[in-house]
């Protein structure tokens, strides 16, 4: 190979790499967009425009990063790592703050009420995250989904892990205060870029004020239910009118994942949190 066919390739292989990480992921709002212009209302972050979340599996884009999850024995404690290709944990100080806190972990039970929670780890000297279990999910097989932002690139990463520990019951469903009366879509159709307008009531169709939860009027993730560790979206709402109404309605752009049936769960905040889940179906 000549000198100037290897510069070319050389190149080549530059130009790959600089477009393939514009392409990673960036923030629960803009996954797989490079530009991220959120819109900022009273303090409150808004997805911009132009922003989707997509559905991924983080094994199957292969994060540089390996989630390990252990369980005490009575389930009620848990303990994280984010091991880099070097072997070493990510600690405090190598996570940046994104949506107010370092780490969301989301756990979610397979199977039985099919319950979730959307933790936030705490950062111990060893490298380890340390986290409560809710006790609705101990003692049940676990999924484990984390993203986080790396502080040197600030790029975000995903990780999975599945765990299962304790012999604590579970499966106990929440009672909820607020509902979900009704959530419309744009399209069903797998691959599509869909609207998911969620609209909200009060006990008994009383008004529902919407607070900030983490920097956002709501958090939305989705889960398969037919399918176990296919992955997740982590989504944030987008600013369409009818966030502060009486019974608020919260819109949620995402890139439909593949047919089937999937949990939509709803963090959302009145004065207390809460965690609302309905049923999303794709089509083909």
Known sequence: MTPRSQALLISAFAVVGFFGLRALPDTQCAFLHADHQPVIVDGVEFCGVNEEANFYSPKALQFPVELTVALSEDGAKGELRLIKEDGLSYYAHEVAV???QKIHLHLRQL????????????????????????VGLRGAALEAYVDFADARTSRVMLAQAGTKAGMAPAGLAAEHRNVIVAMEASTLKAG???????????????????????????HAVVFSADRPFAGYAHMHPTLEGGEYDPNPALSFRLRLPPPGTYDFWLNLNDGREELLRTTLVVTP
Not at 111 to 134: I, M
Not at 197 to 216: D, F, N
């Open 98 to 100: 994104s949506h107010t």
């Open 192 to 218: 599509a870029s869909a609207t998911l307008r969620v609209r909200l009531s009060g006990p008994e169709g009383k008004p529902l004020k919407l607070m900030p939860i983490m920097g956002a009027l709501g």
């Open 111 to 134: 199977g039985g009420v099919r319950a979730y929670a959307h933790l936030h780890p705490v950062p111990t000297d060893d490298g380890s995250w340390r986290f409560d279990v809710p």
